[in-house]
């Protein structure tokens, strides 16, 4: 079996999602494995510009992966947005991820909003041989996600959503031991925005959660094992300050915790029985009492459980309500993934569409997305409609 992607890349990114490091697992490294890594990569250039952060900052297109509760504060009535980013960009070249969103607001006022988004994440092509090395077939490994939400303004500073979504994960490779995978889940978010005077300004106060992929558990082996979707609580924060008419700036902190079951690492001298025990008691968990296990199960105590939770500050300048430039920092713990690095990013929008760009640099191991350039193009239907006029 052979690919033109690296098969070896593909089987490591399937089982771990993180690159680790000797010195870590000698100090009790115990990452969370969830199924379906690919939900948890930020789906557009402008959250990624900013560290990865979305929760509350000011509502976009591209809210559905952050917080669909957002829709309903968002200038405009319809709008679609596409994105691009591609993963291990440096060793491979047709490994991506393409995110495709959408929304509508109706109503009376506007109160309501619908969105949706599609999310496609290639593997790359996989060349499949016999033991003889004859060529047999290509298939494309690939992970696949599809979303619908409903929101509502509930009162004049505070939203709600709920978002339902398919999953499918078809790693086949030839084999009869790798079947598609199939889950459902849903997501419950809030949203809420307040204005504040701050001396002369007045300034825009944000708060937002996302509680995400509260679902099933997933298979690829036919139903024999299987695994934990990667459900996740998000908080955030913002503040929006105008400098003058022109200028302002937005500063956000986002804070995340899988709410995942964590591993049991094993007791000096185990024996197999046990060991057998504790795999399988991890195993027979189910999905609701995973997210309530979550948060004091770690064989750590309290400092492991505050080593799961990951945060992220993010900055971003605006110019007229045009042009932008952005940074931010995201921040994981050295026992749990070390992921840790800088993002810039820059976006112009005018009134019929929007462009973002984010790029990325890994400040302690190396990173999937280190030095990548991620991609996003927004589209306002109502500027359209009134361009073609």
Known sequence: MQSKSSFFTTVCFLSLFILFSDKAFAQQYNPIPVAMPSLQIASDARGGGMGDIGAASMPDVYSQYWNAAKYPFISG??????????????LVNDIDLVYLTGFWKFGNENLNAISTSLRYFSLGDVDVFDQNTDY???VSPHEFAFDVAYSRKLSETFSGAVTLRYIRADYSTGSDDVTPGNAFSADISGYN??????????ALLGFGFNISN????????????SMFLPANLRVGTSLGLPVDDKNSFSFSVDVNKLLVPTPQLPAEGESEEERTKRVQKYADTSPVAGIFNSFGDAPGGFKEEMQEVIWSLGVEYSYDNRFSLRTGYYH?????????????????????????????VSTAQSNPLDQTLRLSLGFDIDGIKQLLR
């Open 193 to 202: 925005e307040t204005y504040l005077n701050l001396g002369q300004s007045e």
């Open 136 to 138: 047999v077939m290509a």
């Open 332 to 360: 994981e713990s050295e026992y749990k993934g070390n992921r840790r690095y800088m993002a810039f990013g820059a976006g112009f929008k005018m009134n019929a569409f929007q462009i973002d760009a984010a790029y990325l």
């Open 77 to 90: 009535s319809t709008g679609f947005s596409i994105s691009y980013t591609p993963w291990l960009s440096k």
């Open 214 to 225: 509260i679902g099933t558990k997933i298979s690829y082996d036919g139903g024999n094992t």
